[in-house]
């Protein structure tokens, strides 16, 4: 069982990847690792935040981690909300707001067209790797479906007459950008 700490406390993330990495590995969270602290991600790209966050870990354990930032970019805001999705309406992550802002910001808008990226960020015995998964879809008129978390409810992935939040945790992770950039870093950790 390889012991490895994802960078992160919010416990949708924890299970999505958790189910992708399958039984050989055994995530730590950063506070079973005795970090409280908030993990600054103070970076202007998904792959600075994903990088800063797996540092911070790194610099306090010493051990082996990853993190990972992810962002909706839609095509006709110029890629926004971005690397500001978690703050895209609030200081805090008020899901609810958020897609609300998205959904006024995109009024009158015909094209629709969005996708989620995700960049991992893995320090392996003091070395950094980075991962990239994305999927490609397009912005709901109005949310839809019970499941997931952030903007899943508004999010219709490309192929699909439902929205991410309309799915089970499996189907998502099949072909989620978290789930294709989970699917990369195991393959390199399983060499
Ligand atoms: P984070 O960098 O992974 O914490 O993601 C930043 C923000 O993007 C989150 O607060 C969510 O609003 C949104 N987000 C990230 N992953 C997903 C997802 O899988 N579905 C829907 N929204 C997501």
Same mark, same amino acid.
């Given at each position: 069982m390889t012991e490895i700490i994802f960078a992160t406390n919010n416990a949708h993330k924890l299970s999505e990847v958790q189910a992708v990495l399958g039984e050989g590995f055994r995530l730590l969270t950063p506070r079973e690792c005795g970090i409280c602290e908030d993990i600054p991600e103070t970076q202007p790209s998904l792959e600075g935040n994903a990088s800063q966050k797996a540092h911070f870990i790194y610099d306090r354990t010493g051990?082996?981690?990853?993190a990972d930032d992810t962002g909706l970019e839609v095509y006709a805001l110029d890629g926004a909300p971005g690397v500001h999705s =978690?703050? &895209?309406?609030?200081? $805090? %992550?008020?899901? !609810? =707001?958020?897609n609300r802002l998205l959904l006024k910001n995109m009024e009158g808008i015909t094209d629709r067209r969005a996708r989620f990226r995700t960049v991992i960020s893995l320090i392996l015995d003091g070395r950094e790797y980075l991962f990239e998964g994305r999927v490609e879809g397009r912005i709901a008129e109005e949310?839809? $479906? =019970? +499941? $997931?978390? $952030? &903007?899943?409810? #508004?999010?219709?992935?490309?192929? &699909?007459?439902? /929205?991410? =939040?309309?799915? /089970?945790?499996? +189907?998502?992770? !099949?072909? /989620? %950008?978290?789930?294709?950039?989970?699917?990369? #870093?195991? +393959?390199? #950790?399983?060499?």
């Open positions: 051990r082996n981690c990853f =978690a703050r &895209y309406a609030t200081d $805090g %992550h008020d899901f !609810e =707001a958020n949310p839809s $479906g =019970a +499941e $997931g978390f $952030g &903007y899943d409810p #508004l999010f219709i992935p490309d192929g &699909y007459s439902k /929205s991410f =939040a309309e799915m /089970s945790a499996e +189907e998502k992770n !099949e072909i /989620s %950008h978290r789930g294709r950039a989970v699917r990369k #870093l195991v +393959e390199f #950790l399983r060499g």
